[in-house]
């Protein structure tokens, strides 16, 4: 790409923008994941507004971090994990793999026990076949994804997400959140290591790595190949897109723990999503409770099947190989159907795999920075303000993981 400027385009209005838009409402999906609903919920219950900051900061990177993935997917014409694999040697880019894996089934262990707990709470179905039943229903997204096109996968994903929204959001027409101590949580504070371990978990769950690796190949299956001209036109509908998204599944995160500080702080049990359903359903009504059921079961439906294509698009781009979204289903569903199978208790699991997707953001982030930073990108490369809000952002996520190291080992208070 020759020149020092952008070639100059009209600049048409956003609601004629919006006709491109799809990949950043998939990808957001990941943002309103059962894990976030079991971090945001125990953070609610245990310490009230304290830690709503938290998913202040977090829905801010997210929304840099989810427009440089999507910028990269449709300057380079790549994803983040194919070019990683054009540029790590055999040994490190298999590590990376690995590493990347992991997050992806750490990631199914969250939605998939997400939608299993709905399934409980609706249905009353074992924890097992819940998982089966999830598991069977995002193969099925994917396999209308592989047959009709992104657009049909898009549609579906947005409507779903429609329902997440008004499942998460109904309970605070009818719950009393006091909103001066709501504002006091805009305040950055701690409450010993425990509420450390819950911030990293609610980081770790709203700005996933699954979700950075799946936005630039979303962007890609999407758009495929933009001419130079045209770029700066699909580059402002990507910003726009982003910030309506991230807004959207910024409101339904807020509303969670708003939810829960107001209507659980005195509710016995509430630890554990069944123990929260219960409590909302009796302090809030029934309907209500059966909204929130239903806003998890789409929750864990929608962001199972968006960790699976991801899943895909990292396996392809750092192994070189060619694989099967149903390979990829089976492979990280697997240790979900294991956990449940097992008995662990599920809102637990959920929480901890938000952490070990926090330890995974860096392995994430970094590269993408640096890769939308660097001469790859010609001139739409960062530029320097941006590139240094990302950098920050990734010096607080390091930082954050290794405070939450460090109280984890030593048992700081």
Sequence with gaps: MAGDRPPKVRRPAVWTLARLWGPAFVASVAYVDPGNVAANLTSGARYGYRLLWVLVAANGIAMVVQYLSAKLGLVAGASLPTLLGQRLRRGPRLAFFVQAEIVAIATDVAEVIGGALALRI???????????????????????????????????????????????????????????????????????????LLAASMLGATVMPHAIYAHSALALDRHGSVADLLLPR?????????????LMAGAVNIAMLLLAAAALPDAADTDTIDGAHAAIAAGLGPVVGVLFGVGLLASGLTSTSVGAYAGVAIMQGLTHRKVRPSTIRLVTLAPALVILTLGVDPTWALVISQVVLSFGIPFALVPLVRLSGGPLLGRYANSRPLGLVAWLAVAIIIALNVVLLWLTLVGGT
């Design 234 to 246: 699909f580059l402002r509908s990507a910003r726009w897109e982003v910030a309506a998204s991230m």
């Design 122 to 196: 609706l249905f009353g179905l074992p924890l097992p076949l819940g998982g089966v039943i999830v598991g069977a229903v995002s193969w099925l997204l994917l396999s209308l994804q592989a047959r009709h096109g992104e657009r049909v996968f898009e549609n579906i994903i947005i409507a779903l997400l429609v329902t997440i929204v008004g499942g998460f959001v109904a309970g605070l027409f009818v719950s009393g959140i006091h909103w001066t101590d709501a504002a006091a949580g805009l305040v950055p504070s701690f409450a010993g290591s425990d509420s450390v």
